[in-house]
């Protein structure tokens, strides 16, 4: 069984338990999907890359985002193939991004996601913060599921 989940603490606490987000992107028309580290907070997604790459160039001619994030994957098999199935928790929302160029909610964002993987957060040299880039994806909205509850 699976069922549609809007409470806004169920959501981020799938999105929280969460390793990998995937963010869809469109390039011209052409779907693209890259998995990245990330970190939850206000409302907002954020993720780092290196400064020049396809994944910018993309956001900054299209900020549309749809990010996936899905946590508790079991396959549940049966004796009829046809029968088998999935649990699992999902959130998928679509929001827009934004290339952050202020050192200071750089920085912010930088221990967002060093957070959301347990480490300490930390001051950042400049030479770090020109070198990476964050991205912030200001969600509009999002929807959860939970499958074999």
């Known amino acids: ?74 396959i549940v098999p049966a004796a009829d193939p046809c029968a088998w199935s999935v649990r699992y928790r999902s959130v998928i929302a679509f929001g827009r991004a934004e290339v952050v160029e202020d050192f200071a909610e750089k920085a912010r964002a930088l221990n967002v996601i060093v957070d959301h993987y347990g480490g300490t957060p930390q001051a950042y040299p400049e030479a770090t913060l020109r070198r990476t880039a964050v991205v912030k994806v200001e969600i509009q909205r999002m929807t959860g599921k939970i499958s074999g509850s």
């Open 1 to 74: 069984m699976r069922r549609t989940v809007t409470d806004t603490a169920t959501i981020e606490a799938i999105i929280h338990s969460a390793s990998v987000c995937r963010i869809g992107l469109s390039d011209d028309g052409q779907p693209y999907v890259v998995p990245v580290s990330f970190g939850y907070a206000d409302n907002a997604l954020y993720f780092h890359s290196a400064p020049r790459g396809r994944k910018l160039d993309i956001l900054r001619k299209n900020p549309a985002v749809c990010c996936e994030f899905e946590v508790d994957i079991e």
